[in-house]
């Protein structure tokens, strides 16, 4: 009796560690977000944003686009959208973003931005603040891509304190370059832990060689004289298609999937899909992280 009762034990012992790990509440989701971001204009940010989307949503992905440049937003431009709600209404606490989100049918959700409204392209305390908790309805999103306008401003900054990674984009030109180094110096100086992915995208290259050589340079200067990490994650051919691409107002991994810039945007993406994401805390870090800059 005293063996069979000793057996019963066991099997309950048993029993019970099967059921804790059948019961085991999940990990919550992750939602990566993405800042996309550069020194000046006319670098292919936005193009870069777009068709970075799509590829993360062929593998799967429940993806968003924000199109954070306010007042100069072409995002929709540029995929032949004419949103009838944008940012501004949630700013002015018109529309809830949920609203105005937008489905295309590029299989991602795009949520508009602002054109020709200069008055809120520095937005007030309260907006932001009210624009930061209405971010918390995009959750459910697996990925967030922020196009940012080019250069510095509150908002910029506030979104790439938001976001897991901040990709810079910057050309071969040399102004290109130079303005890509200011973006990472005012960036390192105005966080007081920096714990953001840092990365690097050169387009337009003629050149697997030319990219990495300007990608050397960057990152060699962004380390010694600013004392953090940059990671280079890869480079775009200059392609007259994409130019292309941009007048039909398609996206060129839409127009050209076999492309060389497609295949480019491809391998970013994989090389993203490899990269740990820094932050532990999930989506509810967002308020912590974006008041984290130094005022």
């Not at 973003?97 to 299989?107: A, F, H, S």
């Not at 938001?162 to 005012?186: Q, V």
């Not at 840092?198 to 290259?205: D, G, I, T």
């Not at 940059?230 to 991994?253: C, H, S, T, W």
Request: glycine share 6%.
């Amino acid at each position: 009796m005293e063996d069979q009762a000793e057996g019963l034990r066991e099997l309950m012992r048993k029993r019970n560690v099967s059921t804790e790990s059948v019961i085991k509440p999940k990990e919550p989701k992750r939602t990566r977000i993405i800042t996309v971001t550069s020194g000046k204009g006319g670098v292919g940010k936005t193009n870069i944003s777009i068709n970075m989307a799509i590829a993360y949503a062929r593998m799967g992905k429940k993806v968003v686009v924000m199109d954070a440049d306010l007042g100069l937003a072409n995002v929709n431009v540029m995929l032949n959208i004419v949103p009838k709600w944008n940012l501004y209404h949630v700013m002015r606490k018109q529309k809830t973003m949920k609203e105005i989100l937008l489905e295309t049918k590029y299989g991602i959700s795009l949520v508009a931005g602002v054109t020709g409204i200069s008055q809120i392209a520095n937005l007030s305390d309260d907006e932001r603040q009210n624009f930061i908790v209405e971010l918390d309805s995009l959750t459910n999103a697996d990925i967030i891509i922020i196009d940012t306008s080019a250069g510095v401003s509150n908002n910029v900054l506030d979104f790439i304190a938001a976001a897991d990674d901040a990709i810079i984009i910057t050309t071969p030109e040399p102004t290109s370059i130079t303005d890509a180094y200011s973006m990472a110096k005012i960036i390192a100086s105005q966080f007081e832990d920096l714990n953001i992915g840092l990365k690097l995208v050169v387009n337009q290259v003629k050149s697997a060689t030319e990219a990495r050589q300007v990608a050397e340079r960057m990152t060699h200067i962004v380390g010694q004289f600013l004392n953090i990490e940059m990671e280079y994650l890869g480079f775009i051919y200059n392609d007259m298609r994409v130019a292309q691409a941009v007048l039909d107002q398609k996206p060129f991994i839409i127009t050209d999937h076999h492309g060389k810039a497609s295949i480019c945007i491809q391998h970013l993406v994989d090389r993203m899909e490899k990269t740990e994401l820094r932050q532990k805390n999930g989506f509810g870090a967002l308020f912590k992280r974006l008041f984290s800059r130094k005022l």
